[in-house]
């Protein structure tokens, strides 16, 4: 049986181009709800979002929201989800997901997507939480970024053992397995800034 109760997922008010983003988004909303995994999201009905919960909901999942009231205004909120809770600002939605969740996962998504998964990777970096984080490669789409962050270790600004804080799969079951086993292995940061840390 999973650890893991509840997983927070990073992804987008877009689809993308094509289907292979919203069917990956509907493969692991399916997936939680049938490991009995609560899904903890940001609130909308569009895009990877909307596949994303629509499947787990689907699949008698619980799924919650947070949505800052700005965006509920812009009538993006789901109105079916299990809870959905309307906060003030994107700094309080951010720290109420992380608060609620047990691991993290980003799809395939644009700037707010990226914004989530790097604030909550810098949180475990400077040891804020021990949570294990997860980018779900689907198609490649990741590869680019894990290759500039190899970049990133080898110029001294990436040490190697944060870089390995984020877990990769290209699929929705492998990448559960690797959040389940990698569950509190985050390492908290000693020394702030020393370049040649392995």
Same mark, same amino acid.
């Given at each position: 049986m999973n650890p893991l109760k509840t997983i927070c997922v990073f992804c987008g008010s877009s689809l993308g181009v094509g289907d292979t983003y919203r069917v990956a988004a509907a493969e692991l909303g399916g997936l939680l709800a049938r490991e009995g995994i609560a899904l903890v999201y940001g609130g909308a009905h569009v895009g990877t979002m909307g596949a994303l919960a629509d499947a787990c909901?689907?699949?008698q999942g619980t799924v919650t929201g947070v949505m800052p009231q700005r965006l509920v205004e812009r009538e993006v909120a789901h109105g079916g989800l299990t809870t959905l809770h309307v906060v003030d600002t994107m700094h309080t939605r951010k720290a109420m997901m992380a608060d609620m969740a047990d691991a993290f996962i980003a799809l395939p998504g644009g700037f707010?997507?990226?914004? =989530?998964? /790097? =604030?909550?990777?810098?949180?475990?970096?400077?040891?804020? &939480?021990?949570?294990?984080?997860?980018?779900?490669?689907?198609?490649? /789409?990741?590869?680019? $970024? $894990?290759? /500039?962050? =190899?970049?990133?270790?080898?110029?001294?600004?990436?040490?190697?053992? &944060?870089?390995?804080?984020?877990?990769?799969?290209?699929t929705a079951e492998a990448l559960l397995a690797k959040l389940a086993t990698a569950q509190g292995s985050a390492p908290v940061a000693g020394k702030w800034t020393v370049s040649t840390d392995a």
């Amino acid at each position: 049986m999973n650890p893991l109760k509840t997983i927070c997922v990073f992804c987008g008010s877009s689809l993308g181009v094509g289907d292979t983003y919203r069917v990956a988004a509907a493969e692991l909303g399916g997936l939680l709800a049938r490991e009995g995994i609560a899904l903890v999201y940001g609130g909308a009905h569009v895009g990877t979002m909307g596949a994303l919960a629509d499947a787990c909901l689907a699949a008698q999942g619980t799924v919650t929201g947070v949505m800052p009231q700005r965006l509920v205004e812009r009538e993006v909120a789901h109105g079916g989800l299990t809870t959905l809770h309307v906060v003030d600002t994107m700094h309080t939605r951010k720290a109420m997901m992380a608060d609620m969740a047990d691991a993290f996962i980003a799809l395939p998504g644009g700037f707010g997507t990226y914004d =989530e998964m /790097f =604030e909550i990777l810098t949180w475990a970096q400077i040891g804020m &939480h021990q949570k294990p984080v997860g980018l779900l490669n689907v198609g490649g /789409f990741y590869t680019p $970024l $894990l290759t /500039f962050l =190899e970049s990133a270790v080898s110029a001294g600004f990436v040490q190697p053992r &944060h870089l390995a804080m984020i877990q990769v799969a290209d699929t929705a079951e492998a990448l559960l397995a690797k959040l389940a086993t990698a569950q509190g292995s985050a390492p908290v940061a000693g020394k702030w800034t020393v370049s040649t840390d392995a």
